[in-house]
């Protein structure tokens, strides 16, 4: 791979970052290079000359998670639950392009997540604290999955300490909840509605059994009123 070809033209990568943790804006992306993800620090790019490779492209000002996830990399060596790093550039990392759908997608998708996923995701964060790291920020959209396996990706915060809680509550709401959506698609903006109430109320007084109940009871109305827009259309 031609590292000065491919560093010449993530340059030209321009996007925007937010303090409140939003998804980045992106404004200009070379056309040799395909868009395949964003988050809230960096956007994910391809070239179709080397399709093994997905480039990890960070904001200027949040270099310091780079050099953070580049260490993790490192710490982590070789698992089957995360990307490969290769190297890194000066604003990039170079990575294993994986496959598949996030967890976030398949619910989108109605795709249907089976349990060795979520054993998948277990190990894999007793394999994390095993080499002295910390599984954290692990959510619906750092989760693909590849022919029923888990595949975990943006390892940069498993250098900080503390438990932010997410995949613990993710956990709970798979084993009381998801049987009773397993397989249905979950319109995009319900999901969106449950991510900013989860993190408006998860750091006050917060019960999951009540949050679920309340996602449930939204989720089966909005499929009974689509189903009477169905039936009304015949």
Not at 168 to 187: D, N, T, V
Request: proline share 4%.
């Amino acid at each position: 791979m031609d590292h000065q070809f491919i560093e010449s033209l993530i340059e030209q990568v321009e996007f925007q970052v937010y303090p409140d943790n939003r998804v980045v804006t992106v404004h200009q992306i070379p056309e040799e290079l395909q868009l395949v993800g964003k988050g809230t620090d960096a956007v994910v790019v391809r070239h179709l000359a080397y399709p093994r490779f997905a480039f990890k492209v960070y904001a200027r000002e949040r270099l310091d998670k780079l050099e953070n996830e580049y260490k993790v990399y490192q710490q982590l060596g070789d698992s089957p639950y995360f990307c490969v790093c290769y190297s890194k550039g000066s604003r990039f990392l170079v990575l294993s392009y994986e496959q598949g759908p996030t967890l976030y997608e398949c619910l989108e998708q109605g795709i249907v997540i089976p349990e060795q996923v979520i054993i998948d995701v277990e190990q894999a964060r007793a394999y994390v604290r095993k080499v002295g790291l910390n599984p954290r920020d692990i959510h619906l959209k750092n989760i693909i999955m590849q022919n029923g396996r888990a595949k975990l990706i943006d390892v940069s915060e498993y250098i900080r300490e503390g438990n932010d809680g997410r995949w613990e509550h993710l956990l709970q709401a798979y084993e009381l909840f998801y049987p009773l959506i397993r397989g249905k698609r979950i319109p995009h903006w319900i999901i969106e509605l449950v991510k900013r109430l989860y993190y408006k109320q998860v750091h006050q007084q917060f019960s999951l059994m009540e949050f679920g109940r309340w996602f449930l009871h939204l989720f089966r109305n909005v499929k009974q009123d689509e189903d009477h827009v169905g039936k009304g259309e015949k």
